[in-house]
């Protein structure tokens, strides 16, 4: 079993920053795939970024050159930095990990281990 929690979301203004964190638990080795997903009210969960414990990334299109995600194996943290956010970007963050390294090549909600979710708020 993996825990997941996530942390950092809030409140920021068209323009803003928010760094995401997502600490996980619970098993021996680190995830060979953690990612990023967000889901806004009345759509389906969308992928925002995957990465390898390697270090190996994708990103979805809409947040290309805005987020970098990153983590921080020794201290089993997965983060994202988002930059220049804006209204479309509001919606609830999930952290999610797995252990089949195919789960990063593709940004599908197909992953074993979830969090609870951050909510980011995006206003104008």
């Known amino acids: 079993q993996v825990y997941l929690v996530e942390s950092g979301g809030g409140s920021v203004q068209t323009g803003g920053s928010l760094r995401l964190s997502c600490a996980h638990s619970g098993h021996t080795y680190s995830p060979d795939c953690m990612a990023w997903f967000r889901q806004a009210p009345g759509k389906e969960r969308e992928g925002v970024a995957t990465i390898l414990l390697g270090g190996g990334t994708v990103y979805a299109d809409f947040v290309k050159g805005r987020f970098t995600i990153s983590r921080d194996n020794a201290k089993n943290t997965l983060y994202l930095q988002m930059n220049w956010l804006n209204s479309e970007d509001s919606a609830m963050y999930y952290c999610?990990?797995?252990?089949?390294?195919?789960?990063?090549?593709?940004?599908?909600?197909?992953?074993?281990?979830w969090g609870q979710g951050t909510q980011v708020t995006v206003s104008s």
């Open positions: 999610a990990a797995d252990y089949r390294p195919k789960s990063c090549s593709a940004l599908k909600a197909e992953f074993t281990y």
